[in-house]
T-cell receptor, first 112, second 109 residues
Framework: DVKVTQSSRYLVKRTGEKVFLECVQDMDHENMFWYRQDPGLGLRLIYFSYDVKMKEKGDIPEGYSVSREKKERFSLILESASTNQTSMYLC???????????FGQGTRLTVV | KNEVEQSPQNLTAQEGEFITINCSYSVGISALHWLQQHPGGGIVSLFMLSSGKKKHGRLIATINIQEKHSSLHITASHPRDSAVYICAVRKKDTQKLVFGQGTRLTINP
């Protein structure tokens, strides 16, 4: 059974904290994605990676960075969490550029 | 205005009813996806369409490229179909996916 696994389902962090969201896939996919999902706005792409150490900004990269040191792992970093980053974060992976085929369960992050 | 609009935003129906969810888009596309998100949060890909119609079990997806419109139909709906259904289009110029805001479907027994 193929899997995209996000390290936490729920997370509560304080304003100003550095936050790491981890994602691991077991399908040997080149492409990995981080989205955030907010009511009424749908999924919005934060960053994606098409190879180890390669990354590209999505539509809303401000306030975020990413790391892809190994093919199977893609991390989203909030350098200094703010309340407007409270959201559902979804990781995905896929075989083709710009095509997320498999999604993780999501991390609901609350910044207080 | 969003490039992808879904309607309705919320839909409640009784078990057994025929369900239609609509997706309209305003950009040139190379493909359209329908996705399902259950309350737990995970998203599953249902269909990818570039023309015509696809069927999988009780789900049918259609697309009209000229009218820039797609529909997702569910026949003989069941409470387990309760989920958020998301339309996403692949833009022809950038090949990037743009997502609709989702339709929350609730099927009551």
């Amino acid at each position: 059974d193929v899997k995209v696994t996000q390290s936490s389902r729920y997370l509560v962090k304080r304003t100003g904290e550095k936050v790491f969201l981890e994602c691991v896939q077991d399908m040997d996919h080149e492409n990995m994605f981080w989205y955030r999902q907010d009511p009424g706005l749908g999924l919005r792409l934060i960053y994606f990676s098409y190879d180890v150490k390669m990354k590209e900004k999505g539509d809303i990269p401000e306030g975020y960075s990413v790391s892809r040191e190994k093919k199977e792992r893609f991390s989203l970093i909030l350098e200094s969490a703010s309340t407007n980053q409270t959201s559902m974060y979804l990781c995905a992976s896929g075989t083709a550029l710009h095509t997320p085929n498999f999604f993780g369960q999501g991390t609901r992050l609350t910044v207080v | 205005k969003n490039e992808v609009e879904q309607s309705p935003q919320n839909l409640t129906a009784q078990e057994g009813e025929f369900i239609t969810i609509n997706c309209s888009y305003s950009v040139g596309i190379s493909a359209l996806h329908w996705l399902q998100q259950h309350p737990g949060g995970g998203i599953v890909s249902l269909f990818m369409l570039s023309s015509g119609k696809k069927k999988h079990g009780r789900l049918i997806a259609t697309i009209n490229i000229q009218e820039k419109h797609s529909s997702l139909h569910i026949t003989a709906s069941h409470p387990r179909d309760s989920a958020v259904y998301i339309c996403a289009v692949r833009k022809k110029d950038t090949q990037k996916l743009v997502f609709g805001q989702g339709t929350r479907l609730t099927i009551n027994p």
